[in-house]
């Protein structure tokens, strides 16, 4: 089934540890976004990217970081993680170019959720 | 400041009734606004997009309206069914500002 793919599903990490949440698609959509999402507040933009090769900061980027190496992945490393990143993250992808109208939806995995203790 | 706010925060009705989520939206510049679904413990699913100039656009069971003078958008459920129970999220795009979405539970 197409769609988008996240790894892990949910993760309790300790403080201070290094963490990559994965993301892959396969509708060979260009651009490609991560957002958290905590209670009460709507989903805020990390990181997003309109194409292979090239990234932008979002709302949230501080503690984050994201390469886009191809078409199909955009991985969100979390260098040194803190109990405040603890959230839901959710990784997206559409065909609209991003921050420029997004007439297209933008399709949604089901998130991973991450516990940092 | 940008931001989007929808209200009510949360709403129970009975299966079968009709219902009508607000979106209220100050975003600079402004494009669309987009209405999502979402299931407990899924990502969100689009429901529907409007335009600036768009009023009213229907999708099924689900009937969306703009008003682009107020700022003002609405999701009005018809025959509200078990399955609608989720949250529905509402974003302009152009920013990507969301809405904190408004939880939704019918109930039999």
């Known amino acids: 089934i197409a769609g988008i793919t996240q790894a892990p599903t949910s993760q309790i990490l300790a403080a201070g540890r290094r963490m990559t949440l994965r993301c892959t698609q396969d509708m060979r959509h260009n651009a490609m976004y991560w957002y958290r999402q905590d209670l009460g507040l709507g989903l805020r933009l990390i990181h997003y990217?309109?194409?292979?090769?090239?990234?932008g900061k979002g709302e949230v980027p501080d503690g984050y970081s994201v390469s886009r190496a191809n078409t199909d992945d955009f991985p969100l490393t979390l260098a040194s993680a803190v109990p405040s990143q603890t959230s839901v993250y959710f990784c997206a992808s559409s065909d609209s170019e991003v921050l420029m109208g997004e007439d297209q939806p933008q399709h949604f995995g089901d998130g991973t959720r991450l516990s940092i203790l | 400041k940008n931001q989007v706010e929808q209200s009510p925060q949360s709403l129970i009705i009975l299966e079968g009734k009709n219902c009508t989520l607000q979106?209220?939206?100050?975003?600079?510049?402004?494009?669309?606004l987009r209405w999502y679904k979402q299931d407990t413990g899924r990502g969100p699913v689009s429901l529907t997009i409007?335009?600036?100039?768009?009023n009213t656009k229907s999708n099924g069971r689900y009937t969306a309206t703009l008003d682009a003078d107020t700022k003002q958008s609405s999701l009005h459920i018809t025959a509200s069914q078990l399955s609608d129970s989720a949250s529905y999220i509402c974003v302009a795009l152009g920013k990507l500002i969301f809405g904190q979405g408004t939880e939704l539970s019918v109930k039999p």
């Open positions: 409007m335009t600036f100039s768009e």
């Open positions: 979106c209220n939206y100050t975003v600079s510049p402004f494009s669309n």
């Open positions: 990217s309109n194409t292979a090769g090239t990234t």
